[in-house]
Structures are given as structure tokens and as C-alpha cells.
T-cell receptor, first 115, second 120 residues
Framework: ELKVEQNPLFLSMQEGKNYTIYCNYSTTSDRLYWYRQDPGKSLESLFVLLSNGAVKQEGRLMASLDTKARLSTLHITAAVHDLSATYFCAALWSAGGTSYGKLTFGQGTILTVHP | DTGVSQDPRHKITKRGQNVTFRCDPISEHNRLYWYRQTLGQGPEFLTYFQNEAQLEKSRLLSDRFSAERPKGSFSTLEIQRTEQGDSAMYLC??????????????????FGEGSRLTVL
């Protein structure tokens, strides 16, 4: 069974600082997803990483995937208050480009950015 | 708007009552998923459909839970004899799997706003 773990679970940052959220997964997966969730809202897709070494950037967020280490990272550059939210990574059990159905989510990282 | 829509958005019920949630996926999407999310946790998989076929059910889905997607379009999730432990946000998501493009499908799920259930 695929397990996904994130750390840290809570992250309090000052505006302007950089930090990284880590996502480890337990079994073969070459597809990794990052979602954002605001309080009381649904999940918004941020990044889809489809292969080893994939790197994607949008604004102050950059995500990467290392399938050999079974690790994805979400790097935050020069944080601003608007980035405060819960961030989830999710993995799809897959191998050789063939996927097997459902996403398994991590516990989430609650990010709070302070002035 | 052509996103995933869920109804009702909020439901308050008494223990022992039955409730039903509806999900309308993005129109061209052939896969539909149900997840449950409790406070402070990530979404937990319940079940998913490809067209009208239910392909997988989680161990979390007890006999009191049933999901259908009769015509491969909208789906319903029914909870019978609700218990306080059923209180959660029920999230529906959809995705598109093109068999011919299996190797390049992103597998990305698009989520609805969720249906929040409170069992008193």
C-alpha cells in the first residue's frame, strides 16, 4: 500500500523567507501532485510532476520530483501572506508510465506566513 | 462554469438518518472519485468509477456507504444510518483517462467544493 508522508506538518514563516516542504512516499510512483487548500475550501491543483527530475515553478513556488529517492519538494521563495494555506502532496501508484487509479494524499502542511 | 459541482454543500442530520450526496463531474471526464476529509487530515480515498463501473472501494467504505454512477455521468454517495463518526467533508473529484494516451495521462484530479456532513 502506498503511503505518503509530509514534513513539517506545521510551518510558521516570516514574510520574505525561504523554506521547503518535503514529501516522501513509500512505493513506486512516478507521478506526484501538489494541491493547495484554503480553510473551508476544496483543493486547488498546483503542480503535476510526471517524471524523475521534473521541476515546475509558478510564482514563488517550485516543485521537484526525485523518483529514486521517492521524494518531492515544494520550495517557497520570499514568502508572502497570500501563501498561507494547507499544502498537500499526493502520489499515484504507478510504474513505467502506467497508473493504477487513485491518488494517496499526505497529511498536509499548514503554512502560516507572518508579516 | 464547467467544474465539478457537489450538492448539497452542507448537510446537518441526526444520528440514524440516511443522507445522499450528488456529484456532477467535468463533462468530458470519465473517472469520478469520492474522498472523505476530516479536520486536520488529508483526503482519504473512498471509491472511484470509470464511466459507470465502480473499480475500487476502500476498506473505509462500510456496508452503510454506497456509491453509484448509473449512466457514467453524475454520481451519488449514500450513507445509511449515519453515525457521529461520519461527520466530515465529502469531496468529489473527476479526471480524464484516455486509454490511447495511457502513458501521457497526467492523472490529475479536479475537485469540487465538497459536501460537509454534520451528524448530531
Amino acid at each position: 500500500e502506498l503511503k505518503v508522508e509530509q514534513n513539517p506538518l506545521f510551518l510558521s514563516m516570516q514574510e520574505g523567507k525561504n523554506y521547503t516542504i518535503y514529501c516522501n512516499y513509500s512505493t513506486t510512483s512516478d507521478r506526484l501532485y501538489w494541491y493547495r487548500q484554503d480553510p473551508g475550501k476544496s483543493l486547488e491543483s498546483l503542480f503535476v510532476l510526471l517524471s524523475n527530475g521534473a521541476v515546475k515553478q509558478e510564482g514563488r513556488l517550485m516543485a521537484s520530483l526525485d523518483t529514486k529517492a521517492r521524494l518531492s519538494t515544494l520550495h517557497i521563495t520570499a514568502a508572502v501572506h497570500d501563501l498561507s494555506a494547507t499544502y498537500f502532496c499526493a502520489a499515484l501508484w504507478s510504474a513505467g508510465g502506467t497508473s493504477y487509479g487513485k491518488l494517496t494524499f499526505g497529511q498536509g502542511t499548514i503554512l502560516t506566513v507572518h508579516p | 462554469d464547467t467544474g465539478v459541482s457537489q450538492d448539497p454543500r452542507h448537510k446537518i442530520t441526526k444520528r440514524g438518518q440516511n443522507v445522499t450526496f450528488r456529484c456532477d463531474p467535468i463533462s468530458e471526464h470519465n473517472r469520478l472519485y469520492w474522498y472523505r476529509q476530516t479536520l486536520g487530515q488529508g483526503p482519504e480515498f473512498l471509491t472511484y468509477f470509470q464511466n459507470e463501473a465502480q473499480l475500487e472501494k476502500s476498506r473505509l467504505l462500510s456496508d452503510r456507504f454506497s456509491a453509484e454512477r448509473p449512466k457514467g455521468s453524475f454520481s451519488t454517495l449514500e450513507i445509511q444510518r449515519t453515525e457521529q463518526g461520519d461527520s466530515a467533508m465529502y469531496l468529489c473529484a473527476s479526471s480524464l483517462l484516455r486509454v490511447a494516451d495511457r502513458l501521457t495521462n497526467t492523472g490529475e484530479l479536479f475537485f469540487g467544493e465538497g459536501s460537509r456532513l454534520t451528524v448530531l
